[in-house]
């Protein structure tokens, strides 16, 4: 760990002008970061800890949508009631992630904003381009069990570790940023971005800008929706494959359906076509299969990972059943519904 | 006179007690190594490198030196003078080859290797100074991947101490050609790292008067300071090592790590107490259960009566030590055929060496011999318990040695019982409940009873208070517990009043605690030396007036109860000890005593084996597309002699069957083949079970008398739960799913791609 300054503003303000400095970085729950810190992976010279901003709290917005602020932690957002009663999805997908422990330190806006596990990201003694621009990417060709099959460049094979973020994808939610130019609002999918030639950037957020909230738009799907997540173990690890599926079933015919994979790329994964081939269906397999094959359209595995292609194969047509059934898996019984 | 109103509650052997360190551990109290408090504290960190194999060309150390608060920068540049000789680096565990020397020299033997150690003020200096130190390097040759190493496999002529040559018998390969059943198969064990919880730490007490004490993270103090004496030139009266709580080893201990050899040398250097821990990652630089192949070749009449038994193993090793594990000999011990055949051999390659790790050999090889089992059984169509049991054998089938006991016939009963496997549908996927494929397999495990020479003390004061003393260790297992349960059981006494001292290098002898050995081991030593202290009490008694216990002269004449002395003929006599010590004017009696195998147990010893059984059956619940697995029930019934403390005892095999299950399905180093570096170097990407993984566990102690195996009749509850519950569970996988796997752990990318 190196060095660095600390501040701890009460104003967003304060916080933002902070942030402007060259090498600074926000630190929330430090779940994250902290890690990072240690592994000399994170080298900030000026840590702005942003823990006394008010941005702890949820409430309406204008639109009739719910307004997550940064600062509200994943466990209070994922027991608020109105959260569990207009946006089970991502309730759920909170409660998937992490452990408790973790997630009653973890912030909305840390989870976001963590970055890749990627082992070499994490190992200094490595090669990779995320870390260090130019370096060269150590998981290609290296150990890349954990790593996307989708929306890859030969930069960066890295996955977007969180599961919070694949239900806010399917929600199509809204990030809320200030910056020294001011407040904007990013749609959640443009929040993240892929790696391209940039793999150091994993999202669209301009230096020094903070999230203050998260907005979750009107619509509720509270009937249709299930998040599955496949890992290593029952709990306490990262999707190898996730599933967020938020469906409107409508006299037997699927009116709109939203899918959003986490654990194949850098960001959570999306294809308009896919959710739009399901649209006038009967919720059956057939329509499911069909969509899968739209989503995985261009999946690639790097060996050790080509595994994460049949997985995924297998597990959105499984989601997208367990949606349209009604019948959402359950994060405590972990028997797959 | 004993209070009689109440039945005296006698705890002893046998009596299920909490842990009696439990209070201390869970409060904070009890001291860990990286805990101990010392004056002028300097803190270590230590630069790990990058690379696997080459040599240092150049250590800038300009800007670590000037971050305020650093002391000194340590490499092979500077380093203080150490002896030449390989021997003066040997531990109580060496192993042939040239012992790993840190800062050593230029010379880059493994990735992770120790190149610096940055001595500081603090620990936030030492660490961002260790973060700025640059190290260039000219890389070597290096292969980290097993299955290329096979190419260089041999056996050294050379053996470690511990290895037992696998014995054979009759002509295996022809018979094996003859069998009309036949069962062939590769199998594949991945690296496993040991990852305790607590990391390996030492802080070295310099005392500034010549002597020093070092609190080290290690499964044997003794072994510990002997290793330190002779390469740092301390004597033992100098140099004290103490381990008194161990947060966990499971053998990564067992053998002095490097952190304490660093940490020795710096404190030599700067003449000054010195810290070192390691981080996380770095706890993924040294031991290691080593990568394992292993082909199993079975040969069965059409009844199941195994004709031929081979194996064939290969254990992964370091380039500059050999070390050996005992993979094949299992089955052969196991299972009665008329022709066995074992090979083994060791493949170099550029890491550290591998390790002792729970169970060491028998985990690896009998979980494999018992899929393979499970395997013919299928091909004979006979139930995998019914095929152990036309196959059992009342001797030792490698040696041809009888058991000084083997009750594993009743911990197949029992274990089947609670099971309920009677009930199982024989056929693969015949069981099923919504999308889950249920299975259920069984395996059996076998592992040693060892006893070994071990000192103890006991002082009984006249307060009534008795301390016990050993330099055994407790690494989690519940050592004090079991302890101070002998002592109850031999003198009589309330735990409450009884002192367990071990985990110290000034304590009566003992080896380093591995091999399940230290319950049986140190529990006779601390028997005798009661049993010292009760003679003593006796004689003691004599001097009271009115003689109470008359002519009473031997222990086997009086009960021990609460305090007091009874005479077994006329249970109205009684003598306190407190009584009996102010009559002889004794204010203390200590007595050490030291329990070895005498002639009759070195006969036993050379003519009968001695080991623990045990029977595994669990249930697996498989999704059937998706190929999520949940470990829903495992019962475990272990035939280990006595148990001296069923609770403890207990926790020994819940924790070996949490570790088996995360052989069977989780625990995995990966290594990048490019770099020669172990990636997954976390806990968050280094699986083992967590909470949602565990279900349902049963153990079950089944009926062993053995006074033959040990003094106590106790054969150790230490390892024997990891063994073959990573088969079981394997074999459960192929009856839910019908699909045979080979490669442990069966991830479940393994379980999707087919
Ligand atoms: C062992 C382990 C297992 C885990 N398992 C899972 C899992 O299964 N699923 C899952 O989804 N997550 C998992 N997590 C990750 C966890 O969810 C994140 O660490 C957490 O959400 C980060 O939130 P934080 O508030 O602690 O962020 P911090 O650690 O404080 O920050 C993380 C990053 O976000 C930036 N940041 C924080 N807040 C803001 C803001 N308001 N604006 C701009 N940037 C900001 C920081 O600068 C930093 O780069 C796991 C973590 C660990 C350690
Ligand atoms: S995948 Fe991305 S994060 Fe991982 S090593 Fe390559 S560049 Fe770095």
């Avoid at chain 2, 390989?86 to 192993?95: A, M, T, V, W």
């Avoid at chain 2, 083997?406 to 274990?415: D, H, N, Q, S």
């Avoid at chain 2, 080991?611 to 059937?624: I, M, P, T, Y």
Wanted: aromatic fraction near 6%.
């Amino acid at each position: 760990m190196i060095r660095f300054d600390y501040a701890r503003p009460t104003e967003v303000s304060d916080a933002v002008r902070e942030g402007a400095a060259e090498q600074a970085t926000y630190l929330a729950g430090g779940t994250n970061l902290v890690d990072l810190l240690k592994e000399n992976v994170a080298r900030p010279t000026r840590v702005v800890d942003i823990g006394r901003l008010p941005l702890a709290e949820i409430g309406e917005t204008e639109s009739g949508g719910l307004r997550l602020g940064a600062l509200v932690t994943n466990s209070e957002t994922a027991y608020d009631s109105r959260v569990q009663e207009r946006y089970p999805l991502l309730s759920s997908a909170i409660l998937a992630g992490a452990t408790a422990q973790l997630r009653n330190a973890a912030t909305n806006g840390g989870n976001i904003n963590q970055r890749t596990r990627c082992y070499y990201f994490y190992d200094v003694a490595t090669p990779c381009n995320k870390r260090n621009p130019g370096q060269g990417c150590g998981a290609i060709g290296g150990v890349n069990r954990i790593h996307a099959i989708l929306g890859t460049s030969p930069h960066c094979i890295a996955t977007h570790p969180s599961d919070m973020a694949v239900a806010l994808a399917a929600l199509q939610a809204e990030v809320r940023v200030t910056g020294s130019d001011g407040e904007r609002v990013i749609p959640f999918a443009d929040y993240h971005r892929l790696p391209g030639e940039e793999p150091w950037r994993d999202n669209t957020l301009k230096p020094g800008e903070l999230v203050t909230a998260i907005d979750l738009p009107a619509e509720r799907f509270t009937q249709n929706f299930t998040y599955l997540k496949l890992r290593d173990r029952l709990s306490y690890a990262f999707a190898l494959v996730s599933v967020a599926v938020a469906m409107r079933i409508e006299d037997g015919r699927i009116a709109e359906a939203r899918i959003a994979l986490g654990g194949v790329a850098h960001k959570p994964w999306r294809r308009l076509e896919a959710e739009e081939v399901l649209v006038g269906r009967a919720p059956d397999r057939a329509a499911f299969d069909a969509a899968t094959e739209v989503l995985l359209d261009g999946a690639r595995g790097h060996g050790a990972n080509d595994f994460k292609i049949p997985m995924a194969r297998k597990a959105i047509p499984r989601a997208l059943e367990q949606a349209a059934a009604g019948t959402p898996q359950s994060q405590t019984d972990k028997r797959l519904a | 006179m004993p209070d009689t109103r109440h039945e005296p509650i006698r705890v002893g052997i046998g009596t299920p007690l909490n842990r009696v360190d439990g209070e201390a551990k869970v409060t904070g109290q009890a001291q860990y190594a990286a805990e101990y408090p010392a004056a002028g504290l300097l803190h270590g960190v230590i630069v790990s490198g990058r690379i696997a194999r080459g040599r240092i060309t150049g250590i800038d150390e300009t800007a670590a030196r000037s971050v305020p608060g650093v002391v000194e920068v340590l490499t092979h540049r500077n380093r203080p003078h150490t002896p030449w000789l390989d021997r003066n680096y040997k531990d109580e565990l060496s192993i042939p080859g040239d012992p790993f020397r840190p800062l050593e020299s230029e010379e880059i033997q493994f990735s992770g290797q120790p190149v610096a150690l940055v001595l500081a003020e603090t620990f936030e200096a030492a660490r961002f100074a260790a973060s700025l130190i640059d190290v260039s390097y000219e890389a070597a040759p290096h292969n980290i991947d097993f299955e290329a190493s096979l190419a260089e496999k041999f056996l050294p002529s050379k053996k470690r101490n511990s290895y037992h040559e696998p014995k054979n018998h009759g002509d295996a390969d022809a018979a094996f050609d003859k069998a009309e059943l036949r069962h062939e198969a590769r199998y594949h064990l991945a690296v496993e790292h040991h990852n305790p919880m607590e990391m390996h730490a030492t802080t070295v007490d310099w005392h500034g008067d010549g002597t020093l004490t070092v609190y080290d993270k290690n499964q044997g103090s003794q072994g510990v300071q002997s290793y330190l004496c002779n390469i740092f030139g301390f004597s033992k009266k100098e140099l004290r090592v103490v381990n008194a709580y161990v947060g966990g080893a499971f053998g990564s201990g067992l053998r002095p790590q490097y952190q304490v050899y660093l940490a020795v040398m710096a404190a030599k250097h700067m003449q000054r107490s010195v810290r070192v821990v390691m981080t996380r990652q770095q706890m993924f630089t040294h031991a290691h259960r080593p990568e394992a192949v292993y082909t199993v070749k079975l040969g069965a009449e059409p009844t199941g009566k195994l004709t031929a038994i081979l194996g064939d193993a290969t254990t992964s090793t370091s380039r500059f030590e050999d070390n050996m594990e005992d993979v094949v000999i299992w089955g052969m011990i196991n299972y009665d055929s008329p022709n066995m055949k074992g090979e083994y051999s060791i493949a170099p390659r550029d890491t550290y060496t591998s390790a002792d790790m729970r169970a060491p050999g028998a985990a690896t090889g009998m979980t494999i011999f018992e899929i393979a089992m499970d395997e013919l059984a299928y091909k004979a169509g006979v139930d995998p318990l019914e095929f152990r049991m036309i196959n059992y054998s009342d001797i030792d089938a490698m040696y041809r040695t009888p058991f000084t006991s083997k009750a594993l016939r009743e911990a197949y009963r029992e274990g089947a019982a609670a099971f309920g496997w009677d009930r199982r549908s024989p056929e693969p996927r015949s069981m099923r409940e919504g999308r889950e494929l249920i299975g259920w397999g069984m395996a059996t495990g076998l592992w040693n009873a060892e006893f070994v020479e071990t000192s103890a003390r006991a002082r009984l004061t006249a307060d009534g208070r008795l301390e016990v003393a050993s330099a055994t260790s407790d690494i989690g297992t519940g050592t004090y517990t079991v302890l101070a349960l002998v002592a109850a059981d031999t003198l009589g006494l309330r735990p409450e009043r009884i002192t367990v001292r071990i985990g110290d290098s000034d304590l009566p002898h003992s080896q380093v605690e591995g091999g399940s050995r230290a319950a049986a081991s140190a529990g006779a030593a601390v028997q005798l030396a009661c049993q010292a202290v009760g003679a003593k009490l006796l004689a003691a008694a004599a001097k009271v007036e009115g003689k109470p216990l008359g002519d009473a002269r031997s222990l086997e004449d009086v009960t021990l109860t609460d305090g007091y002395m009874i005479l077994r003929s006329d249970p109205s006599k009684a003598v306190s000890f407190a009584d009996a010590m102010a009559a002889s004017g004794l204010d203390v009696i200590e007595e050490e005593a030291t329990a070895k195998p005498g002639l009759g147990d070195r006969i036993s010893q050379m003519t009968k084996s001695r080991n623990v059984h045990s029977a595994v059956f669990a249930e697996v619940r498989v999704d059937e597309d998706l190929g999520q697995v949940r470990v829903t029930r495992i019962v475990n019934a272990v035939a280990a002699g006595r148990i001296i403390n069923p609770k403890t005892a207990r926790s020994q095999i819940l924790g070996g069957v949490v570790m088996g299950m995360g052989m069977a399905l989780h625990e995995e180093t990966m290594g990048d083949p490019i770099l020669g570096r172990w990636m997954n170097h976390n806990l968050a990407e280094y699986h083992i079970p967590v909470n949602a993984d565990v279900h349902d566990i049963e153990v079950i102690f089944v009926d062993e008398p053995d006074p033959e195996v040990t003094p106590l009749g106790a054969k150790g509850v230490g390892e024997i739960g990891i063994i073959s519950t990573a088969a079981a569970i394997a074999n459960a996988i192929f009856h839910a799913t019908g699909q045979r796997h080979r490669n442990l752990p069966i991830t479940i990318d393994r379980l999707i791609a087919t």
